[in-house]
């Protein structure tokens, strides 16, 4: 079976421009998380959807947004880009919510660079 | 929001056992305690979980200090293939609602 697989691979973007990130999610998995990690830093939480809902969000502003499909792809939007949005964005999908202990699978990441 | 704190970096022998710290004294009682690795240019991999109990599985063990302020990842005999990013995690759920936190993670370097 495929991973996480997660579009585009790179991206280089303008300050001011908005970017849509995507991600498929391993085969029967209904929850999708996103997690941005700057350069040599660990991972930051940003959201975590389950059956198409909200179910976590982390200290990331308004300009991020994210929403899950019905096949339960998901996407991850920002907007007005800030040259601080430079990273790499992960995506992780899990079989359930259940609570906090399921396993996620992390995808490659896109790497977005803002100019 | 709870913390956690590792050690910047490690190294080790390739076939010793290695031992990576985590403090997590702000632990909450809802928080699984988690640790993934991460190898360059890849996203970060699972390795183990859990709560209160230490737990052991065919990766490495997981060692939970009683207060829970603290855990320890055991890989028991290190291989070059070990190498890797060591990211210690807190998971909770509060009301169907996640919070994650992850550490700033520790370089281990294997040693042949």
């Known amino acids: 079976d495929a991973g996480v697989t997660q579009s585009p691979t790179h991206l280089i973007k303008t300050r001011g421009q908005q970017v849509t990130l995507r991600c498929s999610p391993i085969?029967?998995?209904?929850?999708v998380s996103w997690y941005q990690q700057v350069l040599g830093q660990g991972p930051q939480f940003i959201f975590q959807y389950y059956e198409k809902e909200e179910r976590g969000r982390g200290n990331f502003p308004d300009r991020f947004s994210a929403r899950q499909f019905p096949n339960y792809s998901s996407e991850l939007n920002v907007n007005a880009l800030l040259l601080g949005d430079s990273a790499l964005y992960l995506c992780?999908?899990?079989?359930?919510?259940?609570?906090?202990?399921?396993?996620?699978?992390f995808g490659p990441g896109t790497r977005l660079t803002v100019l | 929001d709870a913390k956690t704190t590792q050690p910047n970096s490690m190294e080790s022998n390739e076939e010793e056992p290695v031992h990576l710290p985590c403090n997590h004294s702000?632990?909450?009682?809802?928080?699984?305690i988690h640790w993934y690795r991460q190898l360059p240019s890849q996203g970060p991999e699972y390795v183990i979980h859990g709560l209160t109990s230490n737990v052991n599985n065919r990766m490495a063990s997981l060692a939970i200090a009683e207060d829970r302020k603290s855990s320890t990842l055991i890989l028991h005999r290190a291989t070059l293939r070990d190498a890797a990013v060591y990211y210690c995690i807190l998971r909770s759920n509060s009301g169907g609602y996640q919070k994650v936190t992850f550490g700033t993670g520790t370089k281990l370097q294997v040693i042949p």
């Open positions: 992780a999908s899990s079989f359930l919510l259940a609570g906090s202990r399921d396993t996620q699978y």
């Open positions: 702000t632990i909450s009682g809802t928080d699984y």
């Open positions: 085969s029967g998995h209904k929850s």
